[in-house]
């Protein structure tokens, strides 16, 4: 999936992966999608949570290995 | 602003320190106005001499090494991360008196304020949290 950015936030224990995100979309246009690698695993929930209250579209969820992959498209 | 959050900060342990911060900081990450009341112990967060070097609670100070593993941010790196989100800390006014603190003792960028400052902002707040 194509992404306008990529943030990597491996390595990183809650609530870094979110205050991350949230740093990048703060700086990107409407319909721009970030794509975010993180090895925290509350991320999977968090960052879905966190999509829905700012209204922002998680386009898609993926694993590989030990590392999780989003793109969200800002709402 | 998506929603406001009300905190108060009343104990000071390391763990005390990452329950706080970590709510604030996610909290203001979610677009939410948030607060902090720092009272009694819970000064202890925003202290300059002892927020880098919280205290376990007692009997789990072999959890030190769990900490370090998981690669949590260190507090002063969350305080910093709150102000920069637009937290509002708010030292208790009436605590600093007892034990004999100056705000210069304190982070900076903290407010002080008495009960009625806190109630003042968590009032009409979404959700309200005490540690």
Known sequence: MNADKILDAKGLACPMPIVKTRKEMKDMESGQVLEIHATDKGAKADLAAWSKSGGHALLETREEGDVLKFWICKG | ?131
Do not use: W
Request: proline share 2%.
């Open chain 2, 1 to 131: 602003m998506a929603g406001k959050t009300a905190i108060i900060a009343s104990n000071g342990t390391l763990f005390d320190a990452y329950k706080v911060y970590n709510i604030a900081t996610a909290a203001a990450a979610s677009d939410h106005e948030v607060a902090i009341f720092f009272t009694f112990e819970g000064l202890n967060l925003i202290n300059k001499e002892a927020y880098s070097q919280l205290a376990m609670p007692e009997g789990k100070e072999g959890i030190a090494e769990g900490f370090k593993k998981a690669n949590v941010p260190a507090i002063p790196e969350l305080v910093e991360m709150a102000q920069e989100l637009g937290v509002r800390f708010i030292g208790c006014q009436m605590t600093m008196d007892v034990l004999g603190l100056e705000q210069e003792a304190f982070v900076d960028g903290i407010e002080v304020g008495g009960a009625v400052t806190f109630l003042e902002f968590a009032k009409d707040a979404d959700v309200t949290l005490t540690f």
